[in-house]
């Protein structure tokens, strides 16, 4: 079977990834010290909300998702003989593909696939 895995830059939801049986990989964010994983930890609701409160204003940073977790939901799959396609934000926007990329380049049960977009383009590829 074909397992489909985004990562937290697809805007979509956890509901929503229920409903169309695929899994989210989440990004990290960090906001005023403090790290969040996109989707569980933070929405972009609540990101907003931060941001406007009272005090010095600063952007988030994102960084590439634990990678721990990225090798357990593939491996979770791959172990029943699963095939995996990981749809990425795109290379030129962060380091997940080619991170991603490298750690699963030996198992032939794992396509990475730079989407080379964001947002509205992943959600459309999944």
Do not use: H, W
Request: hydrophobic share 40%; proline share 2%; aromatic share 8%.
């Amino acid at each position: 079977m074909l397992r489909i895995i985004v990562d937290s830059s697809s805007s979509i939801t956890q509901e929503e990834a229920k409903q169309l049986g695929i899994d989210i990989l989440p990004l990290r964010v960090c906001y005023k010290g403090i790290e969040y994983r996109d989707g569980v930890d933070i929405d972009s609701r609540k990101l907003y909300e931060l941001m406007e409160e009272k005090g010095a204003f600063s952007f988030p940073k994102t960084s590439l998702p634990y990678m721990n977790v990225a090798s357990e939901m593939v491996e979770n799959y791959t172990k029943n003989g699963d095939q995996v396609l990981l749809i990425t934000i795109s290379s030129k926007l962060s380091s997940t593909f080619s991170a991603l990329t490298a750690m699963f380049a030996s198992n032939s049960n794992v396509v990475v696939y730079d989407s080379k977009s964001a947002v509205g383009g992943i959600r459309l590829l999944a």
